[in-house]
């Protein structure tokens, strides 16, 4: 399986996530948080610019929790995610 994916090391504000997302809607999407960024900085439609996007994203943190984001401590680990995701719209 050729698997790509977009890398985007260090971001620390949801504005520029969130239009990242936007703006690749059809790439898988790997996305290093910083570990000072603002959580509560999220916008009410983050969750629903999620939803929309058709690909993976993964969040790489060795130190966040947010329910509703795949989160993985590693970049390997985020890899992983997208190779069983993708896996899986090939069997819907």
């Known amino acids: 399986m ?3 994916y977009k ?3 260090h971001l620390t504000d949801w ?5 990242l997302i936007r703006e690749n809607i059809d790439e898988n999407l790997i996305i290093e948080l910083n570990d000072d960024i603002n ?3 999220r916008s009410k ?3 629903k610019t999620l939803q929309t ?3 993976s ?3 790489i943190s060795r130190s966040l929790k947010i329910e509703e984001l795949v989160i993985v401590p590693t970049k390997q680990e985020a890899i992983d995610v997208i190779q069983i995701e993708e896996i ?5």
């Open 7 to 9: 890398f985007h090391p």
């Open 15 to 19: 504005n520029n996530i969130e239009s």
């Open 39 to 41: 959580i509560s900085s």
């Open 2 to 4: 050729n698997l790509k």
């Open 45 to 47: 439609n983050f969750k």
């Open 57 to 59: 994203v993964v969040f």
């Open 53 to 55: 996007h058709t690909k």
């Open 88 to 92: 899986e719209r090939l069997l819907d």
